[in-house]
């Protein structure tokens, strides 16, 4: 084989890899503008990775869901996932505060959502010309449809902050 097509292998290497995905990607895709759609997708895409900048590299994207890669410690990877969490949040909120655009993108913004899935082991990069692939040699990263605290079994996490909920109920909802 040339070495211009040449494989290249890191080496093993330990630490976490986080899974940032959006929940309601496919459904708001499907209901709304493209144009704005992919406005919005894109802000908050790069928020996350703004966020987590200097602390996590960027692995793969795909669609809504970008795969990190870090040497923090747990604690370290979970205060960078919940300052992840908060910019997301923040920037959504500010981008529904903002918007005067009546069309369906920017009117569902609410429905995106942001969960994380955290393996902690060994693994490695290989690179074949540009692209890069991870080599995992013990559990696969995968999206997971779970909510709570911290979830999961082995060193395989799902892990979404909780929000607060509001024990009084609006004047609306008063009967």
């Not at 093993?12 to 940032?20: F, I, S």
């Not at 942001?114 to 990069?125: E, M, P, T």
């Not at 080599?135 to 607060?164: D, E, M, Y």
Request: net charge positive; with cysteine.
């Amino acid at each position: 084989m040339s070495s211009a097509g040449a494989a290249t292998f890191s080496g093993l290497q330990e630490g976490a890899l986080v899974l940032a995905d959006i929940s309601g990607y496919s459904k708001f895709i499907a209901q709304t503008e493209v144009d704005h759609s992919w406005s919005i997708l894109h802000e908050l895409l790069d928020t996350m990775v703004r966020s987590l900048s200097g602390r996590m590299d960027v692995s793969q994207v795909e669609g809504d869901a970008i795969l990190f890669i870090s040497g923090l410690s747990t604690p370290e990877v979970i205060a960078a996932v919940e300052g992840t969490f908060v910019a997301f949040h923040r920037r959504l909120r500010d981008m529904q505060a903002v918007t005067t655009c009546p069309c369906s993108a920017c009117a569902n913004i609410s429905m995106l959502k942001l969960k994380f899935v955290v393996h902690h082991g060994k693994f490695s990069r290989q690179r074949l010309g540009s692209v890069e692939q991870l080599h995992r040699s013990r559990a696969a990263i995968r999206r997971s449809r779970t909510s709570g605290r911290k979830l999961g079994q082995g060193n395989v996490s799902a892990w979404r902050p909780r929000k607060r909920r509001s024990t009084q109920r609006s004047p609306s909802t008063r009967r």
